[in-house]
């Protein structure tokens, strides 16, 4: 991918500094990456498979920490999220208190330098933070690698690993985690046709860690 400012920390506490000043003035907690679609999709697959209510679960790049509140709404008690952006985890801290959500962990965390207590985890989620990583002007082919080393350590061995991408195929995001994890299932996404074709703007994979 060509660099872009999407992939820089100054963006998104940019963004999330402006998305923190529109929930004071109106309540808005601003974008749902993906569409609430992707929050539902995440959700049903986690109740299909009978996923105890209670295993702990890590938002990566969490945001607004919306996905966490209806995460919460579901039934879902151990919850965690991350984001490096300070503004992001303030945005989310408030929506967590209007919603009245507080038992829902949130910290500042730089996924790719993650504190030792970032372990454990029986599922990961991820809406977009890998394709910003894959954004970065400074090495983002080193920051992908990285990111899978940050994610085994973060997550239990056959621990799940939820990603949606719009940058991403299927088969690219297989070789991008190759090593360390297992495809199980590819979620179904909206399609489009364009020229005749049939695709997939927005790429849904669960993987296991080995």
Known sequence: ???????TREHWDAAYERELQTFQDIGDAGEIWFGEESMARIIRWLEKQKVPLDSSVLDIGTGNG???VELAKSGYTNLTGIDYSPSAIELSEKVREKEGMSDIKLKVEDFLAPSAELSGFEICIDKGTFDAISLNPDNAV???KQYVRSLCSALKPEGFFL????NWTKEELL???REGFEILEELPTPKFCFGGRIGNSVTA???QRK
Do not use: M, N
């Open 142 to 144: 080193g920051k992908r």
């Open 175 to 177: 070789q991008e985690f």
């Open 1 to 7: 991918f060509s660099p872009s400012v999407l992939g």
């Open 163 to 166: 990603i949606t991408s719009c």
């Open 66 to 68: 919306v996905l966490l």
């Open 205 to 207: 994979l669960v993987f």
